[in-house]
C-alpha cells in the first residue's frame, strides 16, 4: 500500500475511499501528529508522551477537502514514565505514519455462517 505512491499515500480508487482488508502495522510519529513550536525547558515525566514514535494498525484511508490522504490508524499514547497508556483510534496525516516490518498484518476476520 505504502510503495503505490511516493510519499507513502496509497494510489487513489475511483471513490478515493479504502478500507483494509487486513490491518496493516505501521508506525506512528507523534511528534508529527502534536508538532512543538519549541522544545520546553523542563519535561513532566507524568504527561501524555506526544513526541514518542509508537506502533499502531493501519485500517483505513480516505481523502480530506484538499486531497491529502488520512489514515485511520489505532495507537496507544503512553505517559512520560511508562506508567499508563490510552488506547486511541484517530485519523493522520499520511506524513505521521510509516509501515512496520517488524510485526506481520493482523489476519483478516472471517464472518461465521449460521
Not at 60 to 89: C, K, N, P, Y
Request: hydrophobic share 40%.
Amino acid at each position: 500500500m505504502f510503495g503505490d505512491k511516493p510519499g507513502g499515500e496509497p494510489r487513489p480508487p475511483a471513490h478515493d475511499d479504502r478500507t483494509l482488508r487486513r490491518a496493516l502495522p505501521v508506525w506512528v510519529d507523534l511528534a508529527k501528529v502534536y508538532p512543538l513550536a519549541e522544545r520546553p525547558d523542563r519535561m513532566h515525566r507524568v504527561g501524555w508522551d506526544l513526541q514518542a514514535v509508537v506502533p499502531g494498525e493501519l485500517s483505513a484511508w480516505r481523502r480530506d477537502t484538499t486531497g491529502r490522504w488520512l489514515a485511520q490508524v489505532h495507537f496507544r499514547i503512553r505517559r512520560g514514565d511508562d506508567s499508563e497508556g490510552v488506547l486511541m483510534t484517530a485519523w493522520l496525516l499520511a506524513s505521521a505514519i510509516e509501515p512496520r516490518h517488524d510485526a506481520p498484518a493482523r489476519p483478516e476476520r472471517r464472518k461465521r455462517l449460521r
